[in-house]
């Protein structure tokens, strides 16, 4: 989700040249539950968009559902192949709504270099910021795509690390203790480790820092002693699948990334309802939440489409018809 976006661009392009043509309807019987109560997008035709990661489906999937249970009509647009695809599509209405990540939204989209530390302050400069490209911001979310540093619990029990605080004044008792893998982009972006290196005051020797696909460092943290930590999303269901524990960035140095549905301004101005259907989900959502749900589609192999209705009914928001 952090990665560059610029080969998304000129998709993006033709996106908003030609609108899009790909979807499918959601043909779920599904009826109110704690929300929708009284069907208040009956007769609305309404699109739902997501990027290509298995948290951002699912919460794309969500928003559908539970339009779906309100009484309209439901366009599948999601697992769009960028994030900047998925964005156009919002902003050019050929999709209504999808959620987006706070920090993606202020640094990637907007273009601002350094972070707003508060969420709930971050989230208002997006949604202010943002009211001119035609979209709204509803309210966020805790759930916090951000990045971390995890280690297994294996080898915590040794060195008993809880903050990054914690292993900068490891890397300085024992060096050659600290090893970490992390992706090649994470290796050399200052939001990265080269940045959180300068926040925490820690210097780690080259030969300490292991690069490899994303995939793989969480199986290597795991099962292996080659990396004590790892370049890990606090969401991931891997985390508590592989008994990870993600160390707390308690400089607050990582961008805040918490996930808020993005709405088309016209679609919002003509169902104002709609907030009032996705503000209770947010309001659920947190990153223990994500982590679940992503296993079930991660580690499990459960369709993301199955897992979001599965969880919305569990929790009451919709029912079966």
Known sequence: ?????????????????????????MVDDVVPGSVGQGQPLDGASLTVTSKNFSENIILGQMIGLIFKAAGAEVLDRTNLPSSISAREAVIQGDADAEYEYTGTGWITYLGHAKPI???????????????????????????????????????????????????????????????VCVENEFASRDDGLPGMEKAYGMSLPASNIKKMDAGIIYTQVSKSDSCLLGEVFTTDGRIKAMNLEVLEDNKHFFPNYNAAPVVHTPTLEKYPEIA???????????????????????????????????????EGFIKEG
Do not use: F
């Open 117 to 179: 530390t508060d969420p709930m302050e971050q989230w208002r400069a997006v949604r202010d910021a943002d009211l001119k490209n035609g979209v709204t911001w509803l309210r966020p979310s805790t759930l916090n795509n951000t990045y971390a540093l995890a280690i297994s619990r294996k080898n915590n029990a040794r060195y008993h690390l809880k903050t990054l605080s914690d292993v900068a004044a490891l890397a300085k008792r024992n060096p050659s203790a600290v090893t």
């Open 276 to 314: 009032g259907l996705l503000d209770p989900l947010s309001k659920r959502l947190n990153t223990e939440v994500a982590q679940d749900l992503n296993a079930r589609v991660d580690v499990d192999g459960q369709d993301p489409h199955e897992v979001a209705k599965d969880w919305l009914i569990e």
């Open 1 to 25: 989700m952090r990665g560059a976006l610029a080969a998304g661009a000129a998709l993006s392009l033709v996106l908003a040249g030609c609108g899009l043509k790909s979807g499918s309807p």
